[in-house]
């Protein structure tokens, strides 16, 4: 993943980073397509990663602390 390149503050930094995961999310399904997965099991898939770690920064949002 490339560097951030403007301040948390400027709106084109949320769409930066969604074209490069939309990237990566692509060739994850090419990925997973060639291992034998449907794109609807993959992203059925994320979305359920994507709501347990959504809910664990929530409960603990900064976990280096707990250390």
Sequence with gaps: ???ARRMPDDPERLVELERQLENHISETLAEA???GYSTAEV???LKLICE???TAIAEDPDPAEDT
Excluded: I, P, S, V
Aim: charged share 25%.
């Design 1 to 3: 993943m490339k560097l």
């Design 33 to 35: 397509a060639d291992a």
């Design 43 to 45: 992203l059925m898939a």
């Design 52 to 54: 347990r770690q959504y």
